[in-house]
Antibody, heavy 116, light 108 residues
Framework: QVRLVESGGGVVRPGRSLRLSCAASGFTFNDYAIHWVRQAPGKGLEWVAVISFDGSNKYYADSVKGRFTISRDNSKDTLFLQLNSLRPDDTAVYYC?????????WGQGTMVTVSS | EIVMTQSPATLSVSPGERATLSCRASQSVSSNLAWYQQKPGQAPRLLIYAASTRATGIPARFSGSGSGTEFTLTISSLQSEDFAVYYCQQSNNWPPWTFGQGTKVEIK
């Protein structure tokens, strides 16, 4: 079935880095743009970044621009999010999300906690 | 950036009753509006896209309407599994893609 599975979350000190992965299955990965959306504990949804189907276009939320990098490996049906210079307010569940007309398939999320 | 505002923040409804949730955009988003449902500990699930089109597998008791800046999600007869948080999201002017702050539908 159509599935997205995130991994790579954990507890990290402020200023450190983390790399999230999202493995796709059940659909033609390189037909779709893929987003990252995050949700801080007890809060709403915040869009983070998107990458086009072929990786040629990338956009970021102002809150992460210059610190996070989105990428994809279509040969491995995998999406990545490199998180650098992490701050406590980056603490959240990070979801990868398939998109066409809307955000139609969501992964289960991976928790990132930034704390000293 | 388009700001999405949902009301009310919390809606208390009895099972079997109708629930009406509102979403307002700070500028026109045409019909590029989606609704998502999120239950505790779960990822969001797409309910409605293009303002009024139900996603695959979504029951007919969920309906969406509106265009421009005013949108409504209606749940015609609330079932126990419908108590959750609902988010609207615009995809007309991006980046960023923006969400409303959510409406929690709770049991009255």
């Amino acid at each position: 079935q159509v599935r997205l599975v995130e991994s790579g979350g954990g507890v990290v000190r402020p200023g450190r880095s983390l790399r999230l992965s999202c493995a796709a299955s059940g659909f033609t990965f390189n037909d779709y743009a893929i987003h990252w959306v995050r949700q801080a504990p007890g809060k709403g949804l915040e869009w983070v970044a998107v990458i086009s189907f072929d990786g040629s276009n990338k956009y970021y939320a102002d809150s992460v621009k210059g610190r996070f990098t989105i990428s994809r490996d279509n040969s491995k049906d995998t999406l990545f999010l490199q998180l650098n210079s992490l701050r406590p307010d980056d603490t959240a569940v990070y979801y990868c999300v398939r998109a066409r007309r809307a955000f139609d398939i969501w992964g289960q999320g991976t928790m990132v906690t930034v704390s000293s | 950036e388009i700001v999405m505002t949902q009301s009310p923040a919390t809606l208390s409804v009895s099972p079997g009753e109708r629930a009406t949730l509102s979403c307002r955009a700070s500028q026109s988003v045409s019909s590029n509006l989606a609704w998502y449902q999120q239950k505790p500990g779960q990822a969001p699930r797409l309910l409605i896209y293009a303002a009024s089109t139900r996603a695959t597998g979504i029951p007919a008791r969920f309906s969406g309407s509106g265009s421009g800046t005013e949108f409504t999600l209606t749940i015609s007869s609330l079932q126990s599994e419908d108590f959750a948080v609902y988010y609207c999201q615009q995809s007309n002017n991006w980046p960023p893609w923006t969400f409303g702050q959510g409406t929690k539908v709770e049991i009255k």
